[in-house]
């Protein structure tokens, strides 16, 4: 021995890897690792050099290492041996430790940690080779002999196994003694100092209150304390506080361990942080309320929408005329839902103005201030801004919302007269002048008007009232203050608005229908733009309107009467005509064919609809298109012609006369019919009146009228027998 102290001891390290015995190896004295790469090379080495201990990895060429443990146990009971894991597992643990295994190591842990293990291992184990061999020592005291030796070896392993598995574990674990009177900590793990923050000096001695504070949980520190008096195990959730003071919430097991005699000595508790569980389960209950709150708002609006629906659409059943339709409409909504203010307005065909038509509000003049009252005119370019609600439904076609709303001022209100009523707005101001107002000038000036704010109004939207291409007016909304409207609102908005717009044209259909005195205008078109002018120029023969159906899909499908032509040619020309979507030839006689055209959108008859008129006939010959309109004489007949005008160039008015309808009018009849019919059955019906399916001998089978219906024989029978049923109770009932 030299006199700087005892010699290092030797190693044995076996491994396929030199990694073992690399993490071995001091700065200084290298002879002192011996590497080997097998168990039977080790065990040749042992046989010949005398080392202090073994260091084996498990996974070792031929013989593992647990069998390099027994082989060399069973010649070296009491030499040191740890063995080094990749992937250790319980099993494998329990296996070396039944060898006599004295260190059991896993791979993961930092590189110290096997230095430390061979330490601890060579400090347990007195490694005299008398002492291992002859049972008394250097100094003839007597010592363990080998094979007492084997029997204490793998207890004491395993209990160092089991204090590693604690300081190790994941969880905080702790240990406290029962029998002081504080119950002060005696251990706690590596865990417990990773989630509190405190070192194991400053928490051992102390009572593990210690990480309690303000906010922790006075009943789960009850349950801890009544557990412990009644000796009993618990389990609580409690917020805890970390050295540096944030709360974490701790999840505490407590169970006392008891002595060979039942006396409780000692109380294990096991610690887990669950703050990020808490915090899931506080967003789920977040989360949960949220649902519960908006499913209420959800309930409460869908009863409000109920009752809306229901009521307008009840209301709109049994208006008779346009105007107690569209006024029945604003004040449903006003009573049904929190709106402030609901009007309609019908915008010029110019897109400069919109008059008033109905108003409803329940803080009446208040807001409304005479804007709204029918017959007002508020002009678009003055009376209401460019970006407002108003103004982009109008431009863009669909419903506009806006957050920041104002009532519009009024250019003028119309009366029977004609006359105009003065206003504020005329002079710059927004509300009505009297008798014995003098204000001055406003501040836009003589011609400027205004649109004025208000607080008393949150957000409004504006719907078009629309029937397929025909606008009859916009539906204009305001909310209290602080309110929006959301999307569930607008889709019951935009219902109610479609809602209207049918019965608006029902209705003024109806008008045009039942009138007692009509006016006549009739026509003559010579641009090809009119698919009548161009097949009759182009084709050299005559054309008859016979009639118009809706199709299933809702397009517009018109019969026409086309003589002295070829059926390829009429094809021909009508693929060529922008009115025309589609032909096909329903019958062909000697002197004359009849053809379904399918009409491009905006038909001409949905176009003269919006304006009040009905076509009641359209010839063509040579070029030249007749066309003989019928509306209420209340109409504007320059209205009508200024649409066919813009439509085709030139539309020359040839005649006008009023007429009276007869007590009994054939429409008036058709009416009837129509009411009992179904789409489908109507379509039959007309179909095979106007192929001449009910002469005889026919010119068409009824197999060729069911392929022009896309629909098979028998079913085509059977909606041409429901209709002929229904026309004959017709006749017969009436």
């Not at 005299?128 to 363990?144: F, K, L, N, R, W």
């Not at 100092?193 to 593990?208: D, F, K, S, V």
């Not at 040579?622 to 439509?647: F, T």
Request: charged fraction near 30%; include cysteine; charge should be negative.
């Amino acid at each position: 021995m030299s006199e700087s102290g005892p010699p290092e001891p030797s190693v044995l390290a076996v491994g396929e890897r030199a990694a073992v015995a690399r993490t071995l190896r001091r700065e200084n004295g290298d002879e002192h690792v011996i590497a080997e790469p097998s168990a039977e090379a080790g065990l040749r080495r042992l046989s010949g050099d005398e080392v202090d201990a073994v260091v084996s990895e498990y996974r070792l060429p031929g013989i593992d290492g647990v069998g390099f443990l027994r082989a060399v146990r069973a010649e070296f009971p009491r030499l040191p041996f740890v063995l080094s894991v990749a992937d250790g597992s319980e099993e494998l643990a329990a296996e070396a430790i039944e060898a006599g295994v004295s260190e059991y190591v896993p791979r993961g842990e930092n590189r110290d940690a096997l230095t430390r293990r061979l330490d601890a291992a060579l400090d347990a184990t007195d490694t005299g080779e008398a002492s291992a061999t002859t049972g008394t020592g250097a100094d003839g005291d007597d010592v363990e002999s080998p094979e007492a030796h084997a029997t204490n070896e793998p207890i004491a392993a395993a209990l160092r196994l089991k204090e590693r598995a604690m300081d190790e574990a994941p969880v905080g674990i702790t240990i406290a003694d029962a029998s002081e009177p504080d119950t002060p900590l005696v251990y706690v793990n590596d865990a417990f100092e990773r989630i509190t923050g405190y070192t194991r000096e400053e928490a051992l001695g102390r009572n593990c209150r210690f990480l309690q504070g303000e906010r922790s949980d006075r009943e789960s520190i009850a349950e801890m304390r009544a557990a412990i008096d009644e000796q009993r195990p618990t389990s609580v959730e409690i917020l805890n506080y970390r050295k540096d003071g944030a709360p974490f919430w701790n999840e505490v097991d407590i169970a006392p361990i008891s002595n060979d005699e039942g006396t409780v000595t000692h109380y294990v508790g096991f610690q887990t942080d669950v703050t990020g569980r808490k915090r899931a389960e506080r967003d789920v209950e977040r989360h949960a309320d949220a649902l519960d709150a908006e499913r209420a708002n959800l309930g409460r609006l869908l009863d409000r929408i109920e009752g809306l629906v229901r009521e307008t659409m009840e209301a709109l059943v049994a208006a008779d005329t346009r105007e107690t339709a569209e006024q029945a409409v604003v004040e449903e909504i006003v009573a049904a839902a929190p709106y402030s203010l609901a009007w309609i307005g019908d915008p010029d065909p110019t897109g400069e103005t919109v008059v008033s038509r109905a108003w409803a509000g329940e803080r009446g003049d208040e807001l409304a201030d005479g804007r709204f009252e029918p017959g007002a005119e508020i002009d678009l370019g003055a009376d209401v801004p460019e970006s407002s609600a108003l103004a982009r439904a109008l431009a863009e076609g669909r419903r506009q919302v806006d957050t920041d709303p104002a009532l519009p001022a009024i250019a003028r209100t119309r009366s029977a007269a004609g006359s105009r009523r003065e206003t504020t707005a005329d002079r710059g101001g927004s509300t009505p002048l009297g008798d014995d107002d003098d204000h001055g000038g406003g501040n836009n000036g003589d011609g400027g008007r205004s649109h004025d704010p208000l607080d008393g109004i949150g957000t409004s939207a504006a719907i078009p009232i629309s029937y397929r291409e025909s606008l009859y007016g916009v539906l204009c909304v305001y909310t209290e203050p602080e309110r929006d409207i959301d999307e569930r609102e607008l889709a019951v908005l935009d219902a109610l608005c479609n809602a209207t717009a049918t019965a608006i044209n029902a209705l003024e259909s109806k008008r045009v229908l039942t009138a007692e005195n009509v006016v006549e205008l009739d026509f003559e078109i010579a641009d090809e733009a009119m698919f009548f002018a161009a097949i009759s120029s182009r084709g050299a023969c005559s054309l008859e309107h016979a009639g118009s159906i809706h199709a299933p899909d809702g397009s517009l499908c018109a019969f026409v009467t086309v003589t002295g032509a070829e059926p390829d040619r009429v094809r021909e020309i009508a693929r060529t005509c922008p009115e025309i979507d589609g032909s096909s030839l329903i019958t062909e006689r000697e002197d004359a064919c009849l053809f379904e055209f399918t009409l491009a959108d905006p038909t001409l008859p949905s176009v003269l609809a919006d304006h009040g008129a009905r076509i009641r006939e359209i010839t063509a010959e040579e070029g030249v298109c007749r066309l003989c309109i019928e509306l209420p004489p209340d109409r504007d007949a320059r209205s009508v012609a200024a649409v066919l005008e813009d439509r085709y160039g030139v539309a020359e008015l040839v005649a006008y006369h009023e007429r009276e309808r007869p007590a009994r009018t054939e429409s008036d009849f058709l009416a009837a019919v129509e009411d009992r019919f179904t789409d489908r059955q109507l379509t039959a019906l007309r179909t095979a009146h106007m192929s001449g399916f009910f002469e005889w001998p026919r010119p068409v089978a009824g197999e060729e009228l069911a392929a022009s219906m896309d629909i098979s024989r028998s079913t085509f029978h059977q909606h041409l027998r429901a209709a002929e049923r229904k026309l004959a109770e017709v006749f017969f009932e009436r």
